[in-house]
């Protein structure tokens, strides 16, 4: 065999052993332990003065967590329960205009979130703080705009918090 014949070899060798080490640690799907198949999501409770964001919040998670499906969601006989409190919400400016006046602010809703393992009557994770964000315009007023944003702050914050059910071990 000629040296560029063997040199080839090597690289080839050295490269296909670079790559599946590479992948080694590498997990697809989820890290939630296999003997949980079911959840139990109740209204959040509501802590701030903004009415009815615990409807949004609740709903908001459960459709994130039927998308997701990695989880089914049922009333009765879980094998997690996750319990949500909203403690905050929060309305910041981040861009003025030429004067004073707020042209952008980002809206954020924090949860404190549990998740129990019911069998075991053990909290996995508890008070977990977690958040959801969005930035938006005012435009018109800025009740309008701040409740066309609560939607979109609501689907990022189930987002995160079924991120962290389904991936947070």
């Known amino acids: 065999?000629?040296?560029?014949?063997?040199?080839?070899?090597m690289i080839g060798v050295v490269t296909l052993c670079l790559?599946?080490?590479?992948c080694a640690g590498y997990r697809v799907g989820t890290l939630l332990p296999e003997r949980y198949k079911t959840l139990s999501v109740p209204m959040f409770k509501n802590a701030t003065n903004q009415p009815n964001i615990e409807?949004?919040?609740t709903n908001a998670v459960i459709e994130q967590l039927n998308v997701d499906r990695t989880l089914r969601v049922v009333d009765q006989d879980p094998d997690l329960l996750l319990e949500c409190a909203i403690a905050g919400y929060t309305r910041t400016?981040?861009?003025y205009a030429e004067g004073t006046r707020p042209q952008e602010y980002r809206l954020t809703v924090t949860v404190s979130a549990t998740l129990t393992d019911v069998r075991e009557r053990q909290p996995i994770w508890a008070n977990r703080a977690i958040s959801g964000?969005?930035?938006?315009?005012v435009g018109?007023?800025?009740?309008s705009s701040e409740r066309a944003a609560l939607p979109m702050v609501m689907e990022d914050l189930a987002h995160d918090i079924v991120e962290a059910v389904v991936e947070g071990w």
């Open 1 to 9: 065999m000629n040296i560029f014949r063997r040199r080839r070899l």
């Open 55 to 57: 409807s949004l919040a």
């Open 133 to 137: 964000n969005y930035e938006f315009p």
């Open 140 to 143: 018109g007023d800025l009740y």
């Open 93 to 95: 400016a981040i861009r």
């Open 19 to 22: 790559a599946i080490s590479g």
